[in-house]
Every structure is written in C-alpha cells, then in structure tokens.
C-alpha cells in the first residue's frame, strides 16, 4: 500500500485535519462545467487531491474523479453549493487514491473508467469486501461518448503514460479536455510501473493525445491550473527529451544522478525539475 501512495501526484504535506468546502477553490468554465481545484493556490497543505469537474447536465451531475478520501464531506458539500442535483456519475480519469477517494461517498452512482484503470482500482485496498460494488460498473477500451450538444462527454485512451488506463475526458460542446494525471504539471510524472504506467511510452501517449484535441480552447491538468492544448503539446517534447536524454546517458554509462544533473530545463520555461530525477531512474529501469 506504501508503494500505491508513493504513486500518487501530490506534494509531501498531508491534507488539513479537518476539510471543510470553504478551502475548496473552484474555476467556472462553463454555466455547467466548475473545477474544484487540486489545492489554495500558494498553499499545498491544503491539497485534497486531483482537480475535480462538476459536469451538470440536464440528466444530473457527473464528476470527474473524486479526490482523497479525508475530503469526502466537504466535497460533497462544495458540490451542494454549486448545483441541487444529484451526482449520478462519476468518472475516473485513473486508479489513485487522491483520484478515486470519495466514489462511495455519493451513493451507488454510474462509475466510468478504462477498463484497465478498473483492473488496477480493484487491486486496492479502498475496494475490497463491501466498497467493491464502487468500482467502475463500465467500461470502456479505446473511446466511450454520452450525451449531446452541451452535455455531451467523450473519453478517449491513448496508451499507457502515468498508468496503463489514463483517460482523457473531452467536453466537446464546451471546448475543454481534461487529462488527469496524464498530465498534471510541468515537471516529469509519476510513472506508476506497479499499475502498468511506462515512462518510456509516455511521449507517444501524450502526443497522440494531443493531437486529438481539436477545437478545444482549455485543459483540466490533474493538478495545476487551467492550461492550453499547446501545453500538452509541449509536454509531449518534455518527455520525448526526458527520454532521449535518459536513454542515452544509460547507454554512456552514466549514473542516474549524472543524467539528473545534464538534464536541461532551458527549452521549457516555467517547468520544475522536483520530480525529472524519478522519471530517469524509470527511464533507466525500463530500458534494457
């Protein structure tokens, strides 16, 4: 279990004792799309996981993962706040806790994800015994759509990056994409081997991702501010030079620490290298 937390995409603090939905920041995207963000900009002890959607639609409400567990009630609550619908699906963007800790807490709603993700979220403590009955109850392999017009919801899979069953959720009425921990930040990503994420096919992953985001003018990162597809497009340069350098430095017979410290930031302004010395030892460990 140790091992399933070191994979989660969240900063060294733990979350405030006690959460409450007043130290939930929400961006309004859309009349019915919000975004109940990872943290309090500038303040990481109140991080409570992933970056949250709230989709409301004429059917209901659906939410785009579910956060660490510990802010169960105050999500519930921020929700409240936002619509008196009821949530009646909630949709996984990938396996990890600060993502997935709260689908009990909304009832039995529809739960969404890739079918690997599922595979992955059944292996988890969380959902054992009686809590099984909140793991997906569908799936889907390479593309699912619901809905029409402003409702409507597409999630798409490109192959394995952070995990083996990243979806990305795109609300094409709205013009908006969310990528889940895909792509959380500018800094290298957690590539979680033990459920099936790949350091060494994240680039093609996040570029065929990329690729696919036509017509859409804002991005859902999994932890960072609202971004455009040119930073995804971006990020995937990041990890193709990541890789690249990686390898290669492998291959001279240079110790990761060395590949740490020639790796350079110049080419991606604004990007923090806090996580690029775990994605080489990644990069080193998959490359034979």
């Known amino acids: ?62 939410l785009v993962d579910t956060k660490l567990a510990a802010w169960g009630q105050a999500l519930l609550d921020k929700v409240k706040s936002l619509t008196p619908k009821p949530v009646t699906t909630i949709i996984n963007t990938h396996t990890h806790g600060d993502h997935t800790g709260n689908n009990d ?11 690997n993700t599922r595979a992955n979220m059944a292996k988890m403590p969380a959902f054992a015994g009686d809590k099984a009955q909140f793991l997906p109850s569908k799936t889907y392999a390479t593309t699912w759509t619901q809905g029409k017009g402003h409702d409507q919801i597409e999630l798409r899979y490109f192959g394995a990056a952070h995990t083996s ?31 099936g994420g790949s350091c060494l096919e994240y680039p093609k992953t996040v570029a065929a991702a990329a690729a696919s985001l036509k017509n859409i003018d804002v991005v859902i990162p ?47 302004p604004g990007y923090k290298n806090d996580r690029v010395k775990g994605a080489i030892q990644v990069v080193y460990d998959e490359t034979k």
């Open 105 to 115: 807490k909304f009832g039995k709603v529809e739960v969404i994800a890739h079918e």
């Open 165 to 195: 069953g990243d979806t990305v959720v795109v609300f094409p009425g709205l013009r908006v994409a969310q990528m889940g921990d895909m792509f959380a930040w500018k800094d290298a990503p957690l590539c979680d081997r033990n459920n």
């Open 1 to 62: 279990f140790g091992a399933a937390l070191a994979a989660y995409q969240a900063p060294a603090q733990a979350p405030a004792p006690t959460p409450t939905a007043a130290q939930l920041e929400v961006v309004k995207l859309a009349d019915n799309l919000f975004v109940i963000t990872s943290s309090t900009p500038g303040n990481t002890a109140t991080f409570s996981g992933g970056n949250v959607s709230v989709f409301i639609t004429d059917a209901g409400v659906t």
């Open 222 to 268: 999994g932890h960072a501010a609202m971004m455009k597809v040119s930073d995804v497009t971006e990020y995937g340069r990041f990890m193709a030079d990541l890789v690249a350098s990686g390898q290669a430095a492998k291959k001279a017979g240079k110790t990761v620490d060395e590949a740490f410290a020639a790796f350079s930031l110049a080419k991606y």
